[in-house]
């Protein structure tokens, strides 16, 4: 099973492909995860992408493509993946896809999990963290016994930097302008699944192994 899973920040994308892993014993791809391991490892490709990260750059996408490349040739890919958070454009597909043809390998579906705006501004700037043990809370869908406090350790929470309402609203502005147009790309090439990511966790699930086992 070689999937790619689409949908703006707090879309749930990183929740359901934890539940894909397990399912199908295949490994979720997170670019993020495998940009940093190749810099650390000191990849030809990691060498490079710490050129550019060192001097306060982007990436480029034929930096990022070729990290990309290099993971799913390793042997835990030879049965499937789950690239979460890329592609990112449509130039990043278009990339993708011909480095996947050389492969010989075939992507089977594209998920979109669709959320409303508002809904994913309430979600994202309602979370707040732990100053001390790190642990996580929603002040509307996971309050702590006492406002303001862990219920682990009694230390303060704090809203991350990334969590406020404008850094959130320009996060999903981008995801607007760059990726949703792989929606109509994905569309086109007829693999692509849209789900209604307003929908509790476990439905959601239920929804996508329904229609991924239907093939």
């Not at 290099?70 to 011909?98: H, K, M, N, W, Y």
């Not at 990334?162 to 792989?182: F, G, H």
């Not at 990511?197 to 329904?210: D, R, T």
């Amino acid at each position: 099973m070689k999937l790619i899973l689409l949908g703006p920040p707090g879309a749930g994308k990183g929740t359901q492909a934890k539940m894909l892993t397990e399912r199908f014993a295949i490994p979720q791809i997170s670019t993020g995860d495998i940009l940093r391991a190749a810099v650390k490892a000191g990849t030809p490709m990691g060498v490079k992408a710490k050129q550019y990260m060192d001097a306060g750059g982007l990436v480029p996408d034929q930096v990022v493509v070729g990290i990309v490349r290099d993971r799913l040739q390793e042997a835990d890919c030879s049965v499937g993946f789950i690239l979460d958070g890329f592609p990112r454009t449509v130039a990043q597909a278009d990339a993708l896809q011909s480095s996947l043809k050389e492969m010989d390998k075939v992507l089977d579906r594209v998920i979109s999990l669709q959320v409303d705006t508002e809904a994913l501004v309430e979600r994202l700037t309602g979370r707040r963290t732990c100053k001390e043990c790190g642990r996580g809370y929603h002040v509307s869908f996971d309050p702590p016994a006492r406002q303001g406090l862990c219920d682990s350790c009694g230390a303060n929470l704090y809203q991350r930097d990334d969590d406020r309402e404008e850094t959130i609203r320009k996060r999903l502005e981008v995801y607007s302008e760059q990726t949703e147009p792989l929606i109509a790309y994905y569309r086109k090439a007829g693999c692509l699944l849209e789900l209604d990511g307003m929908q509790p966790i476990p439905s959601v699930q239920a929804q996508m192994l329904s229609l991924l086992q239907a093939g």
